[in-house]
């Protein structure tokens, strides 16, 4: 019970933010198909039932991969986007319509047996997509093959302010009557970037993006991405990634790459502080900036288990009040997860690095570096020659970073006058 009044408590501010934001979320093929995704229609309809305007825009790969061999014929493909003739059409329409009216009856059912039960909402879909033929590039005829050209912004944002699920699907239409089969991440982005969306959510079958260690790469500028393409080539997660770096430029706030197969993906990433996915995002998820009156607050709520422990020296929120110009702090999703203060000296060139705290639960990620590197800066931008800094327990940390041991004798007359002998700090300095 404890963990999940935690969570609970975690979670509302993003409950009370996402509220009437809209969210458009692409599911591909492979999600529909797989076994999780009952989960995900869950999830989605907690969405809802929190105030989230949903677009959901689905895919239709594999489906349509199974018609065709059904009917025995090839799959044709040029640069990775499908070729379809008249032939692949009827195959791509039948897939499209069945999985619509599919994903539209799961969306529509009572949740029985679920924490949803009692839970109904509408769904509309309709052509609400306009699209134009690729063509032939580099001698290839694409045929019916298309791109979105107009997402219909006006009727889509009707049916979502009347609190229906707008469901998109990977056909496009033309003013003359063409029906073009379009890549659901096309039709996710185009969508997104058009309805100016909060947020584009992709789901993929990895985590998010993964880096050349396997590891999960959590936070990306656009800026950031192209060599991270170069360096996947030509797969589905690069397809994901470029979707949500496009949408970003297209001034859509944050893209998120999360798992169609890892049950609660979607929740972990919009409720949690550090999420479960990649997020893309133009602003700066993570900022190290100089502290405000405003955050006194948190730095209590940062240190005062430190000075508990007898790691940091006490300070009164009278203290803080007056002393928050020196505190640079490390803000993460609105909360204070690192501080550090640079004192100057009396009467002298030299400074004193203090208050340096790291939340436990971001350590080792270089946040303390970060922060040094951050005082030592302000420092030098004041004509400070040297930086002390005192200590108890983490003397090596100092050490593995340039600072040397030092002595009250060493410090300046007005700071050795204030030296603590029964907390017995060890004393180093760094030249700047």
């Known amino acids: 019970m404890p963990e999940y009044v935690n969570w609970l408590r975690h979670a509302s501010p993003y409950i009370n933010a996402h509220r009437d934001c809209t969210f458009v979320v692409m599911l591909p093929g492979d999600g529909v198909e797989h076994p999780n995704f009952g989960n995900i229609v869950h999830d989605l309809v907690l969405l809802h039932s929190l105030g989230v305007r949903l677009v959901l825009v689905h895919g239709s790969r594999p489906q349509i991969e199974a018609r065709l061999e059904a009917r025995g014929l090839t799959p044709a493909y040029h640069e990775g986007l499908r070729i379809t003739d008249a032939a692949t059409l009827e195959c791509v329409i039948d ?8 994903i539209e009856a799961r969306l529509s059912m009572d949740m029985a047996s679920s924490p949803m039960q009692g839970s109904r909402l509408r769904v509309a879909s309709g052509n609400l997509v306009t699209a134009r033929p690729i063509g032939v590039l580099e001698g290839v005829d694409y045929h019916h093959t298309g791109e979105v050209r107009r997402v219909d912004r006006k009727g889509i944002n009707r049916l979502l302010d009347e609190r229906s699920i707008v469901l998109l699907s990977p056909l496009g239409y033309s003013p003359t009557g063409e029906i073009f089969n379009l890549a659901c991440e096309d039709v996710a982005t185009r969508a997104a970037i058009d309805l100016g969306a909060d947020k584009l959510l ?5 985590l998010g993006l993964i880096d050349e260690n396997g590891r999960l790469v959590r936070e990306l500028r ?4 192209p060599a991270h393409l170069q360096r996947l080539g030509s797969n589905y997660q690069a397809e994901l990634l470029d979707a949500a770096a496009e949408a970003c430029r297209g001034g859509v706030g944050r893209s998120h790459i999360v798992s169609y197969a890892e049950d609660g993906a979607l929740l972990t990433e919009l409720f949690t502080r550090d999420g479960g996915g990649t997020l893309v995002a133009q602003e700066q998820f993570e900022l190290v900036r100089e502290a405000a009156i405003e955050d006194v607050g948190g730095l209590l709520d940062l240190i ?3 000075e508990e422990q007898g790691i940091l020296v006490r300070r009164s929120r009278e203290v803080l009040e007056r002393e928050i110009e020196q505190f640079s702090v490390v803000e993460r999703e609105g909360m204070i997860i690192a501080c550090a203060a640079l004192y100057q000296i009396a009467d002298s060139d030299a400074g004193e690095l203090a208050c340096l705290a790291v939340n436990p639960e971001y350590r080792h990620g270089g946040r303390g570096d970060e922060l040094l590197e951050r005082i030592e800066t302000r420092a030098r931008a004041q004509g400070l020659k040297t930086l002390f800094v005192l200590t108890t327990r983490t003397a090596h940390w100092f050490r593995e970073r340039g600072f040397v041991p030092s002595s009250v004798d060493r410090l300046p007359s007005a700071r050795a006058s204030l030296y ?9 300095e760094k030249a700047l």
């Open 202 to 206: 992709l789901f993929g079958a990895d």
């Open 95 to 102: 897939a499209v319509g069945h999985l619509r009216i599919a």
């Open 222 to 225: 656009p800026q950031q991405v």
């Open 420 to 428: 603590n002998y029964q907390r017995n700090s060890k004393i180093f």
């Open 304 to 306: 005062s288990p430190l």
